[in-house]
């Protein structure tokens, strides 16, 4: 049977399995991270579905960023997060009904989206209330249309109601919430593994 993401990851947080995603997820997220944390400037950052907080922990070291906020949506993976790094900022929430209190200049979500209700209004939700203006947004996920061996995942680990779109609907996505510079582009692809699909859009 089965079971909705947040009590899946619930018990991956439990299981330790977090730190699974996090040596998995770990070279396709240094890579993606590099256009949006090449900035002059200072700036403001926000993980969308943090898991541990690995993510947030090491970006908010860098001498650049000024604030580094994790959200996710299981309470397990939060005190977690709060745990490995207790100076570090999380929040609980379900990311379809949070709305950050100031405006920030870069969204980043690794492996998170296609559990949403709805990407596509979620991706206009962060148009409209998280970004500040020229902020970006910039997703990855490995569970698409065109990486053939992800389509079983929904099966294999068991949780209800994964998304599976292609490269070109999740650019409509961006396009249609209004994002400009629209970039798409596969870090670390294998014979058989079509890598780790990211967005980027500015807006
Ligand atoms: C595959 S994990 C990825 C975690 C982290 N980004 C990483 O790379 O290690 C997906 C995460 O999304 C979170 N998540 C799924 N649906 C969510 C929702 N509606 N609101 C908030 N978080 C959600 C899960 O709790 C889980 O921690």
Redesign the pocket.
Known sequence: MKRN??DV?DEWADLDK?FG??KN?KSS?EQMLVCALDKKGPYTFI?A????G??VKSVARKPLCKQAIG????KK?IQKAMKLDPSGYYIC????SWIPKKKVDIVH????FY???NPEKMIQKIFDSWLKKKGRLLLGVDFYFENKVSHNWSESCGISNMKLFSEKEWISFFNTAGFRSIKSWQVGRLKNWSGTLVISGIK
């Open positions: 993401p947040i990851f977090d995603m996090e997820h997220v993980d579905g943090c898991g541990n690995w993510v959200v996710d949506g299981s993976m929430a379900d990311l379809m979500s690794m492996e998170v559990y949403l209700e």
